[in-house]
């Protein structure tokens, strides 16, 4: 493989980015400067010295000024209720509700959905952890957003079934966000007014 293939490749495992789409990035990067691709280039590499995987939340975080940190300023700030874990897929649909300001409680990452067909789940989300974690922590409830689509309304029924044992033992309220969006609706891209509402309405 020569270099404009293997960058293809290479932008073809981002979100949502097809074989064209793929090309069309290394077209463009073709038609610049040396400069800017070497600010690109540098920037790649700087882009893990200065993020951070949040130990507890598993999200992803710019590291300021504190280099040492390995929690992120969530899970960090003594002021949020730990009593309340909500499970989102990935890290823009946390941020999606961190913006909205009206949910207080943790996160969990999940790193993924569950997929239909596939066996092997434990490869596409961080159900491990997310046992521990449930385990381990003063919880009185665990919501579930994930985006009203085939996939999403799968991942919360297995995680509600994986989920049982410790809930029922511990009590455990476990609730589902998504009875404000509609079909098809992605959580990344709901504005403030349908988040809350899901929130609200969650069952
Ligand atoms: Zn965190």
């Not at 069309?24 to 691709?37: A, D, I, W």
């Not at 200065?50 to 000024?65: A, I, M, P, V, Y």
């Not at 997929?115 to 919880?139: G, Q, S, Y």
């Amino acid at each position: 493989m020569n270099t404009v293939e293997k960058l293809t490749e290479i932008f073809k495992m981002f979100p949502g980015i097809g074989e064209r789409q793929a090309k069309r990035f290394v077209y463009f990067l073709m038609s610049r400067n040396q400069g800017s691709l070497e600010e690109l280039s540098n920037l790649l590499l700087q882009l893990k010295k200065e993020t951070r995987q949040c130990n507890e939340c598993f999200r992803f975080f710019s590291l300021k000024n504190e280099t040492a940190s390995t929690l992120c300023n969530i899970c960090k700030d003594p002021n949020i209720d730990s009593s309340t874990l909500l499970i989102i897929e990935r890290d823009s649909d946390l941020e999606s509700i961190q913006k909205s300001g009206i949910y207080n409680g943790k996160y969990f990452v999940l790193g993924g959905l569950v997929p239909i067909v596939e066996k092997n789940t434990t490869k596409a989300i961080r159900l491990n952890d997310l046992k521990n974690k449930t385990k381990n922590e003063n919880l009185k409830e665990i919501i579930l957003a994930f985006s009203l689509s085939p996939q999403g309304d799968h991942t919360d029924f297995y995680l509600r079934n994986e989920l049982k044992n410790i809930t029922e033992e511990k009590n455990i309220k476990i609730s589902s966000l998504g009875r404000g969006l509609s079909t098809g609706t992605e959580l990344e891209y709901s504005d403030n007014d349908t988040i809350k509402h899901a929130l609200q309405n969650r069952q």
